[in-house]
């Protein structure tokens, strides 16, 4: 199985290849959130970055098998969509009644306050426009919540370890409460609350591929692990949420994940104090190796300029791990 890393700058895109000789070319294909899609984002490529469409137009299938949108913001969802207007998936995973975005209506971008208020406002119409994008190629939009557990190919499966049920309940009514508003000013009050709390509603993945197990927890932070059992956190590899900043991760997370390796989906500007010396120290203390999506500016890192970070995983468990192109 292959789980590749995009350099998206801020942002996160992963695309998993795993074989599978009951879909086409043998192998089925799964992308995990698309990075974002503002131009200004990759104006500056000496890092490496790259839109995911245009990785996936050079390098990546031919069809996506499934999409998965961890949660709606900007630098996860936006360019997800524009990955799917190149291909339509067949499924896609998210945290909300399947039909649930037929009732919500495009929202003026223009009454933003910030721009914090802007990504969100775009996220949102992003996501009602790829739910509807991927229903009309003939793709089934899924919800999931903790507790499902779906075979996905032989020897793969993926456990979702959150939001609860409980949560996806708030997130929904925080939503209708929002869509409901009509008073400008309470509106973005409304949309700044439930931009704070769209982290914690991240959907947690933690695939299994032949016992090796990999924890994707989209942009949770430390305080957004409750009701999780520590067996079910253990993982070999961790993908550290909230792109590594001070609330990514503590020790006592760290050590009941206790991950042989560990990626950090950091802007090589280190925008928002993502990858914080503090969470990459603590990370290292409890023996993982550190990988990075981009190439994070810190004098201890020596990231060279990348595309992609791909992770095998073999039968035997080995993880091998290669940034390209290489040098």
Known sequence: MKLTFVNVGYGEAMLLECPDASRPGGVFTALIDGGGAEASEFEDRSSGRIPIQEYLSAHGPERIDLMVSTHTHEDHICGLLEAARLLPPAELWQTLPPDYYRSLRPLDVSAAQNPSQSKFLRALNDYITLCSLTEAHGGTVRA????????????????????????????????????AETDPAAFLQKLSALDARMNNYSLILRLDYQGTRILLPGDTNRAGYGGIADTELRADL????????IDGADRALADKIHPSAVVCCASSDRRYNSAHPDTLHLLEACGARLYFSDCPCLPELHTPP???LVFTVGRDGVLDARYLPEA
Do not use: M, N, R, W
């Open 144 to 179: 999931l919540h903790a507790g499902d557990s779906i075979p996905l190919c032989p020897g793969l499966c993926a456990e979702v370890l959150a939001p609860s049920a409980a949560d996806c309940a708030a997130l929904e009514q925080q939503t209708s409460e929002l869509y």
């Open 306 to 308: 990348h595309e992609a």
């Open 238 to 245: 961790f993908k550290v949420g909230h792109h590594g900043q």
